[in-house]
């Protein structure tokens, strides 16, 4: 087996826009929403024949920076 693997998580990002005080749109809220999809490689992009015991990460995702 391997001592580093890549997770590969298949998912959607559903995001906001609103018009700033300029007219431009900008994102202003967003979710990640990360789906049942997952496959795991080496770190060369091989495809790992199963999934590694590992640890449960979550997700950490960051918002739009920029607010109308």
Do not use: S, W
């Amino acid at each position: 087996m391997t001592d580093k693997f890549v997770k590969i998580t298949v998912g959607f990002v559903h995001q906001t826009f609103e018009k700033n005080a300029a007219g431009q749109f900008v994102c202003t809220e967003q979710a990640f929403v990360a789906g049942d999809e997952c496959t795991y490689e080496d770190v060369d992009g091989e495809p790992l024949p199963e999934a590694p015991d590992y640890a449960y990460q979550p997700y950490e995702m960051v918002a739009p920076r920029n607010r109308p």
